[in-house]
């Protein structure tokens, strides 16, 4: 049987602060990666060492691929500060009140 539980928060909810925070950190990753990227390939006649978890986005779309991946990144995490994807209060009491639904399988 399915039973609708309360919302339980985390003890210390991320705020949006804290999310546009991690984004900024992410765009400067990005472009110290770009950075770094072009100076590795400069210095190494155009072959580059990567983690291979990097190496497909690289081999795919370059060093700028990889600093849009890290940047796109932190854009999700500027949008997810600005936009709050967590239920209000309202939503949270709502749901506590729901009745149990019967198992659909029983």
């Known amino acids: 049987m399915l039973v609708a539980k309360k919302f339980k ?5 991320v ?9 900024a950190l992410f765009i400067v ?18 072959t580059v060492t990567l983690p291979v978890i990097l ?14 991946v ?14 709050d994807f967590r239920p209000s209060a309202a939503q949270q009491d709502a749901a506590a009140q729901l009745p149990a639904t019967p198992d659909a399988g029983a």
Request: proline share 5%; net charge negative.
């Open 9 to 13: 928060p985390a003890d210390k909810p």
């Open 15 to 23: 705020t949006a602060k804290q999310y546009y925070l991690y984004g």
């Open 70 to 83: 890290v940047a796109g990144f932190g854009l999700l995490s500027i949008l997810a500060g600005f936009f």
């Open 55 to 68: 190496f497909p986005v690289y081999d795919f779309l370059g060093k700028v691929g990889i600093a849009a």
């Open 29 to 46: 990753a990005a472009v110290a990666a770009y950075f770094y990227l072009d100076n590795a390939e400069q210095q190494a006649d155009g």
